[in-house]
């Protein structure tokens, strides 16, 4: 093993360092100030965040590492490349999201919040960490960070059973991948004896006859680890009940920033590390990417309106679905070459933008209908004009249908990513799955423009901060339509 280089780049970590040191400043101030003024804590977590996210601009400039070995190429720890800052800004730009759509839930709830701010930071400073990384140690320990302060966020309405039995069923199908993935890191590590990405690669083109079946094992293993992190089929039980016993926000913030950060961490260990093993683990995307989507939006289809937290639980499996079509590209990736990730990481931007506008005005609903039903939004027009037609724009966009041009755009490029790398049954199988979800996705929007049940003059309570984040949502979804080809073209430039 080589000597590591003890010279620290600060800028370069300044984003995750950033979120971790804010969120250890908001749990001292919990400490001194009154309950009158817990809501200051809020905005101390909206702004540590807006300086996380500034801290990227810095970054603009090149390439940079930090934490790494003098020998062996000088392989790197902590990469800040062009892929490292487009994650870091979705994550940090959804976590931001997400604090604005929890303040009004905070005393809604009666959640504790101090604890709340500090937990959300903890993760989003995880799920920053883990573009950057390139070795394994680092990968799986960011993937920690971000994982184990969401069990506590799902589970944090005391006494709740909804919540609790949401947040054990998180913690239980996250500690079995955890188990999974370490077990096949440690074979990949004893197949080739190092943990950094680039060297496994390496590694992995020279592996001794006697430790192949090993080495195989350990990516096999690893894959299906992160398949369970990211709810992809079969293995993603634990997502509705998850989604549904949480607070609405955070079902939001682990839709987002917690799936892209995740799928993060797939591209590097599969298009960087086990980059010789193309031939196997690129087939087995694709078919766990046609099973996904297929799963989420047939069972998508399946919610019934009048179901109590019908809408939280069909975006729950609409996540799912979507999970699918982002998996497209990093299949692809094995068959045309690593450009294609831009497409994955396009398609992630414009989900995170719409998907969190979805759940802000699912937030503004729940204020009047704890529920959350379905037919809850039926003549949401006549109450909130602003609103529904907000929402009807986001599941557009979902859908892929104008005016939500940014939603088209990215459905096309993932279709057209598979055409290239020759899956052209997976493209058929895509093909099907978006008319599927047209179905459930023109349903919802129907509702909003029936004759409503209540009178018009009964409107619903909207606060500052989710005023924000519903705007903030809308604005980002209509500059993406603006321009999509920009979206593509900064989301492939110079990507690993």
């Not at 929007?445 to 018009?456: D, H, I, V, W």
Request: proline share 5%; hydrophobic share 60%; charged share 10%.
């Amino acid at each position: 093993m080589g000597t590591l280089i003890q010279s620290v780049d600060w800028i370069a970590i300044a984003p995750p360092v950033i979120a971790a040191a804010a969120a250890l400043i908001v749990l001292v101030v919990d400490l001194f100030v009154s309950d009158a003024r817990k809501p200051l804590l809020g905005w101390l977590t909206v702004g540590g965040l807006a300086l996380a996210g500034l801290s990227l601009l810095p970054l603009l400039d090149g390439d940079r590492s930090t934490f790494c070995l003098t020998v062996r190429g000088g392989d790197c720890s902590y990469v800040a490349d062009h892929f490292t800052i487009i994650v870091q800004l979705l994550v940090i730009g959804g976590a931001l999201l997400t604090a604005l759509l929890s303040m009004h839930t905070m005393a809604a709830d009666e959640l504790p919040a101090g604890e709340y701010w500090f937990l959300l930071l903890s993760s989003a400073s995880g799920a920053a960490l883990l573009p950057a990384s390139r070795d394994l140690t680092t990968l799986i320990v960011a993937l920690e960070v971000a994982s184990l302060p969401a069990f506590a966020l799902v589970g944090i309405k005391r006494g709740d059973r909804l919540s609790s039995e949401a947040a054990l069923k998180f913690f239980l199908s996250s500690v079995a991948a955890t188990a999974v993935t370490l077990l096949g890191v440690s074979f990949l590590y004893a197949a080739t004896g190092t943990l950094h990405l680039t060297a496994l690669a390496h590694g992995l083109t020279a592996v001794d006859p006697q430790l192949a079946t090993l080495a195989k094992a350990g990516a096999a293993l690893t894959l299906v680890g992160f398949a369970f992190k990211l709810a992809v089929a079969p293995f993603h039980f634990w997502v509705p009940d998850t989604y549904t016993g949480a607070p609405l926000p955070i079902a939001a913030y682990l839709s987002v920033v917690g799936k892209t950060s995740g799928f993060s961490g797939l591209i590097l260990v599969t298009v960087v590390g086990l980059k010789p093993y193309a031939d196997v683990w690129g087939p087995a995307v694709a078919v766990l990417a046609a099973l996904t989507m297929t799963v989420g939006n047939a069972a998508a289809l399946r919610q019934r309106p009048d179901a109590a937290r019908s809408a939280v639980r069909l975006l729950a499996w609409s996540s799912i679905g979507q999970a699918g079509y982002l998996l497209v590209p990093v299949a692809a990736a094995a068959y045309a070459g690593t450009d294609e990730i831009g497409t994955t990481i396009a398609y992630a931007l414009m989900y995170a933008a719409v998907n969190l506008g979805a759940f802000a005005v699912a937030a503004l609903v729940a204020r009047s209908a704890p529920e959350n039903r379905l037919t809850d939004y039926r003549g949401l027009y006549a109450r909130r004009p602003l609103a529904a037609l907000s929402l009807a724009f986001f599941l557009l966009c979902l859908a892929g249908l104008p005016p939500g041009i940014i939603g088209l755009f990215a459905k096309v490029a993932v279709f057209s990513s598979a055409v290239h790398a020759g899956l052209g049954w997976l493209a058929v199988i895509m093909a099907l799955n978006v008319v599927v979800a047209l179905v459930y996705y023109l349903r919802w929007t129907a509702l909003l423009f029936m004759k409503s049940p209540e009178p018009a003059a009964v409107t619903l309570p909207l606060t500052a901060p989710l005023t924000a984040a519903i705007a903030l949502s809308a604005v980002l979804g209509l500059a993406l339509s603006g321009a999509p080809q920009l979206v593509l073209r900064f989301a492939t430039g110079g990507l690993l």
